[in-house]
């Protein structure tokens, strides 16, 4: 069968590994396979969060030059630094919040306007969802649901291979109980949102 | 309890690759464990931790790799099975030892994990510890997947037992960083307590015990040797045709999914039990083939074996790897880097997929201090006392841990640096060598690591120099483990505190003081004293890491700090000078502080010249 790629990248502390933990879950749960790559250590303070998904029966999870079916990325800059891994036909899910490295204020960089960001995946990809991943999950009852907001816009896009049951049952497995109402609210108003973005 | 312990038989996990390795460990019947955390292994430590007392084993993070290796010599000498992991690097460290362990033949298993890193993720050099196996006349497996994490310790259990020999376990970033779905075996709790049956011929390797040991060592190789050549760990994959591509580790993985994805002719040879090198299973899957494909990370060390095997059996075959330029050199590989490769040795073209390009300008984002650490604080003191006694030839020699992040911008105050523990010794030479003003940081894990021998080189030679600890009251760059410093140990107990004070107190350093540089005059002030004392000066600058500080539920409210726009004069000392990454510059141009980023360590309040930012409850 052919795999299905997902390219996830934020910055450190928005929840990236998170995310892809519950989608192992549940394709635990729905019985496929999945191989993830991680990045720990010193690439992880504050610095970008890239991970690699395959589902299906792949060996390594290093996804190949355009290879990304899907990119979910929770931050408008490092959506386009995943360039080399996205094709035009790759379908990306952004959070329109930036978040500006220190670099930029120290002058050694720039954070151009992001809607240029997104214009620009807009120009190169035939289907994006954008979204205020931060407002959403802020409005879902908690700041933190932030990747489940993602995750949820992600699971509405065509091709998707999770369905609704096994990630919340991977969410209800994985999350604290007492998060638990505020996470589905948070991934139920991500599906929706990318629903209405996509007709 | 973690599922890694409890989990029953059959279960499938979703485990990273170095949670699946304690599983193995688990059902292996481990009673030893040691490490010292270093990134890609450090997560097999944090796991151990969560599970040792529950599995009624003995873990700790030792002081330091050669401790932590002969924690599970010790073991395994006295009839216990032992596990001791760490990052390539690390083995460099504990190597001393290590050498020594075939010398003395051990009583049962013991394993050693090395976690390369190619690419250097999260490292100083690009070693290959495959040398290392031939090195220590070691038995090698590499794994390909957490799975695999799991299955191979119950075959190193089984040849270093049968061999006496150590067996290492040769990963990379890529297996013990990748995570899938592991179907777990059953758990069997180890032995408590062995016993150290004395025998100083074999223990202690004088040069009669150790001249014979060597040709012990070499006839039990060759038993090896065969062994590997048998072994169900190094199989053929398959799909017939001309090319054979010999593999190993994440390589394997690679290869598999070109061949796969493009429904290629070409049979994939995957090595797990890769030295003493499987010479005749090579020579067989050489001679079932036209051409050869090596695959490996990093260095060209099977493709050399397969030369050696062309050249002993008079054989000729195109061989493509690193040394006809095939392969690069250098750096991880990756699937795209094995489609080139077998598109070249197959003579084919394969479909391209087309990437996007765009020629917008991306900010780089490197890895920066948290915001409210207290290593920037020190840091900015320091700065500030060096500039105050108008310094201008100071030059800071550095170590590993959180505080190399001092080598960007605007600090850059990470000069020059080797190892662990190599700020104190550079100082020493750089003091000899040099008439400028020596100031080396060091952390709290790394100190008790390796920096107490060069801080007595240091004290004996009458140096005259300033050595900054760092003591961030945890091993905070690998995730957070504890340290002799801290009142905790590997098993989760409360443990002895070691102070570093009383250690440099004793060596004889003249110049002892503790500073909290979250106040920062208080800081400047120490710095400048110790930059005026004529002797080795250490500085204990005291500040618990954020990271773990922000576990801590039981913080009180939190402090909100705010820009008072009226008062800010916007001359950015904030943002360029101090650099907190949860300050920024607003869209009017003002300084902002982000809430969700702010650690409310309040030392922006004493850095800003307009006294501009303030507190609310």
Known sequence: MKNYCVYITGVGGQGVVRTSIIMGLACAKKGVGIVMSEIHGMAQRGGSVPAEIKIGNAYSPIIEQGGADLLISFEPAESLRAMSKLSKDTIAVVNTQPIIPVTVALGTSVYLDPKMYLDELRSKLKKVVFLDAESIAREAGNVLTLNMVMLGASSATPGFPLEKEFLVAAMQENLPAKAMDANLRAFDMGFEQAKKDLQ | ?617
């Open chain 2, 1 to 617: 309890m973690s599922e890694i312990l409890t989990a029953q038989p059959g279960t499938k996990l979703y485990l990273l690759g170095n949670e699946a390795v304690v599983r193995g460990a688990l059902e292996n019947g481990i009673s030893v464990a040691a490490t010292y955390p270093g990134t890609p292994s450090s997560e097999i430590g944090d796991v151990f931790m969560d599970v040792a007392k529950d599995a009624g084993m003995y873990f700790e993070f030792s002081t330091n790799e050669k401790v932590a290796l002969e924690v599970a010599a010790a073991a395994a000498a006295s009839g216990l099975r032992s596990f001791v992991w760490m990052k390539h690097v690390g083995l460099n460290v504990a190597s001393d030892s290590f050498m020594s362990i075939a010398y003395t033949k051990i009583n049962a298993g013991m394993v050693v994990l090395t976690a390369d890193d190619p690419s250097m993720w999260s490292s100083q050099n690009e070693q290959d510890n495959r040398w290392y196996a031939r090195l220590g006349n070691t038995p090698m497996l590499e794994p390909s997947s957490p799975q695999e994490m799991k299955d191979l310790m119950k075959y190193a259990y089984e040849i270093s037992e049968k061999s006496g020999l150590a067996v290492l376990m040769r990963t990379t970033t890529r297996i013990s960083h990748m995570r899938g779905i592991v179907t777990v075996g059953e758990v069997h709790v180890g032995k408590k307590k062995g016993e150290f049956v004395k025998d100083p011929f074999r223990f202690v390797p004088m040069p009669a015990p150790a001249y014979a040991a060597h040709k012990r060592i070499i006839a039990t190789l060759a038993e090896l040797a065969h062994d590997a050549d048998v072994s169900p760990l190094n199989k053929v994959y398959g799909k017939g045709g001309k090319l054979g591509i010999i593999t190993s580790g994440p390589t394997f993985n690679y290869a598999m999914d070109v061949v796969d994805e493009y429904d290629l002719k070409a049979d994939v040879l995957k090595l797990t039990f890769t030295y003493p090198f499987p010479e005749k299973a090579v020579l067989d899957f050489i001679k079932d083939h036209e051409a050869i494909l090596v695959a490996e990370e990093v260095d060209p060390i099977a493709e050399k074996e397969v030369f050696a095997i062309l050249g002993k059996n008079g054989l000729v075959r195109k061989i493509y790897g690193k040394l006809d330029g095939t392969m690069p050199m250098a750096y991880e590989y990756s699937t795209d880097i094995l489609k080139a490769a077998i598109s070249k040795a197959l003579g084919i073209t394969l479909p391209e997929k087309i990437a996007i390009t765009s020629d917008l300008k991306l900010p780089v984002r490197p890895p920066v201090w948290c915001p409210g650490c207290g290593h920037r604080a020190m840091y900015y003191a320091t700065k500030a006392a060096i500039e105050h006694l108008g310094i201008t030839n100071a030059v800071y020699p550095s170590d590993i841990g959180c505080y190399t992040l001092s080598a960007a911008a605007p600090y850059k105050m990470a000069d020059y640096l080797t190892s662990m523990g190599s700020s104190i010794g550079l100082a020493s030479g750089l003091s000899v060598a040099t008439d400028q003003k020596i100031v080396g940081f060091i952390g709290d894990s790394t100190f008790f690591h390796s920096g107490m021998p060069p801080l007595v080189n240091a004290v004996h030679a009458a140096r005259k120099l300033v050595i900054v600890v760092l003591d961030n009251r945890i091993t905070a760059m690998t995730g957070g483990q504890p340290n002799p410093g801290i009142p905790l140990n590997g098993m989760g107990e409360v443990a002895p505190e070691v102070s570093i004070e009383a250690i440099a107190t004793a060596i004889g350093v003249g110049f002892v003081k503790t500073v909290d540089p979250a106040n920062l005059a208080a800081a400047q002030t120490v710095m400048e004293e110790a930059l005026g004392f004529d002797g080795v000066a250490v500085v204990v600058a005291r500040h618990p890491c954020v990271m773990i500080k922000s576990k801590d539920k039981s913080t009180k409210q939190k402090l909100v700090f705010t820009v008072d726009k009226a008062k800010c004069n916007q001359c950015k000392v904030c943002v360029t000078k101090f650099a907190c990454p949860a300050m920024f510059i607003d869209k009017d141009g003002t300084i902002a502080i982000d809430q969700a980023l702010c650690n409310g360590c309040a030392v922006c309040v004493q850095v800003c010249p307009e006294k501009a930012i303030g507190v609310r409850r």
